[in-house]
């Protein structure tokens, strides 16, 4: 299988200056309206101890795909992790396990610090060596000491413990699954001891979820934290394209406002939410998780965040293995796609665990979530800010907006299956400009992978523009626009 990049220093067909529009479709960029602050380590991705981080090309595909922050050791199974010896108990039936090459310090050393990335870790709450009950909270501790004062790693980002509102979670506490406990342990055991132990600032996260509003509403108001970290799939066991493309991101904006509206009623209205798993199904992944439908819907989820002012997230995640239509996922006609794997992961592991090397491209290709987080890279840059844009005539259009070093850029995602579109972009003030640059991934690239050629976007540069840039959108496109 083949990987190939397509760069074209030319227009290219993918912008016209100066055009007629057929249609009435528009859009205006208001600089005047200044909107939240824009963060890069949106742009994340979350790694896990069960896949050997050693695989040579790792960081560099990260790198590759734009990702400024990720997440260590995973979600659920951080609950079961000691990290002094790299083990996973088997706790409540769990059978999750540790790959023996993905310490701590070989994550650090050969993803984290050569991608140039931001880590968050999740310390274990739920469980001891011995199953029979909590962790010991001086494990957590003994870890800040060790990442920031002993190997000055200077990570910022602690989360105690992965999803303890689930009742699929690992809690071997007293009263497992308690949010009165939970907060109680957390501020007393865990927040002073762990800050203490860290020779700069951290953050300490709690685990909220506003779909559990007792949960929050308890957690909330007595547990001791920085920031919170919330978690969103946007399917469950059904999926289906047309929703996802077209709700999934909304409904998770819909999600940060209810978290808001709880911080600020437990009267912690400026705290920080981090997103630390982002996914399109929480069931048993199918072919949609490969496609371009799922990679159409992350487009959205960093426009939304990014309005949102959201500091940090990471997308569930980069590295891991393969479910096959015998495994149970949804691999249905009704889909779109040509895949027969699935998988959370957005980055090809090769043929690593129960993925068929016949299946899967070489280990390190960026598969179509990670296309998306590359466009995105072209429109989220650390510091810049959110700015008001009008939309006009364009129902099918995703359009997002901020400020782009000396100029602005936009994020347009195209969610008609079947029709391009052709707008004019006009900026509020501005007349003229010396040009850009456009970035596109889309259907058509996708589907060369239907016969083992997985296409990264194309990169064209926009030449001089007078008065507007007339944009074109191919059917099911995500397109970064960068109009100096």
């Known amino acids: ?47 896990v101890v069960w896949f050997d981080v050693t695989e040579p090309g790792i960081a560099k595909s990260l790198e590759t795909a734009g990702m400024e922050a990720t997440r260590w050791p995973g979600g659920t199974p951080a609950d079961a992790y000691h990290w002094q010896t790299n083990t996973m108990m088997q706790c409540q039936g769990h059978s999750f396990h540790a790959n023996a090459h993905s310490t701590f310090d070989n994550f650090m050393q050969d993803v984290a610090i050569p991608a140039h990335l931001d880590t968050a870790v999740v310390v274990n709450y739920g469980s001891n060596r011995d199953c029979n009950g909590g962790a010991d909270p001086a494990e957590a501790v003994a870890w800040v000491a060790y990442a920031n004062r002993t190997k000055h790693y200077d990570i910022t980002w602690w989360t105690v413990g992965g999803e303890l509102w689930n009742r699929n979670t690992i809690d071997m506490h007293s009263q497992g699954g308690n949010p009165a406990q939970y907060a109680e342990v ?50 469950g066991r059904n999926v289906d394209d047309q929703r996802l493309i077209h709700n999934g991101a909304l409904n998770l904006t819909k999600r940060i406002r209810m978290l808001k509206e709880e911080l600020a009623a437990a009267g912690h209205p400026d705290t920080p939410i981090y997103l630390g798993e982002i996914g399109s199904t929480g069931g048993r992944t199918g072919k949609q998780t490969q496609s371009i439908v799922q990679a159409l819907y992350a487009a959205q989820v960093i426009g939304e ?48 665990a129960n993925c068929r090397a016949s299946d899967v491209p070489p280990l390190g290709t960026l598969l179509p979530t990670a296309d998306a987080f590359f466009v995105a890279k072209y429109f989220v840059r650390d510091g810049e800010h959110v700015v008001g844009v009008r939309a006009r005539s364009l129902p099918d259009v995703k359009v997002y907006a901020s400020t782009y070093r000396s100029g602005y850029a936009l994020l347009l995602v195209n969610r008609s299956e079947n029709a391009s579109v052709s707008i004019p972009v006009q900026i509020e003030g501005r007349a003229s400009g010396p040009g850009g640059t456009i970035v596109t991934y889309d259907k058509q690239l996708y589907d060369a992978s239907a016969h083992g050629e997985w296409l990264m976007p194309t990169v064209s540069q926009l030449p001089p523009w007078q008065g507007s840039v007339t944009v074109n959108l191919p059917p099911w496109s995500i397109t970064a626009v960068q109009i100096n």
Request: net charge negative; hydrophobic share 40%.
């Open 305 to 352: 965040i990014v309005d949102e002012g959201i500091p940090r997230a990471t997308w569930w995640l980069g590295y891991s293995n393969c479910y096959l239509p015998e495994n149970g996922g949804d691999f249905s006609s009704s889909l779109y796609g040509y895949q027969n794997f699935g998988g959370g992961m957005i980055f090809s592991g090769g043929p690593a």
């Open 186 to 235: 957390e501020a007393t055991q865990y927040y002073s001891q762990m800050k203490a132990a860290s020779p700069i600032p951290i953050h300490i996260c709690v685990d909220v979820n506003p779909r559990f509003p007792n949960w929050d509403a308890t957690v909330l108001s007595r547990a001791k934290y920085d920031c919170v970290e919330m978690h969103y799939y946007a399917q």
């Open 1 to 47: 299988m083949s990987r190939a990049t397509l760069t074209v220093v030319a227009v290219a067909g993918a912008m016209l200056v100066g055009a007629a529009c057929a249609s009435a479709a528009s859009i205006t960029l208001v600089p005047s309206e200044v909107g939240p602050r824009v963060y890069g380590q949106v742009r994340g991705v979350g790694m």
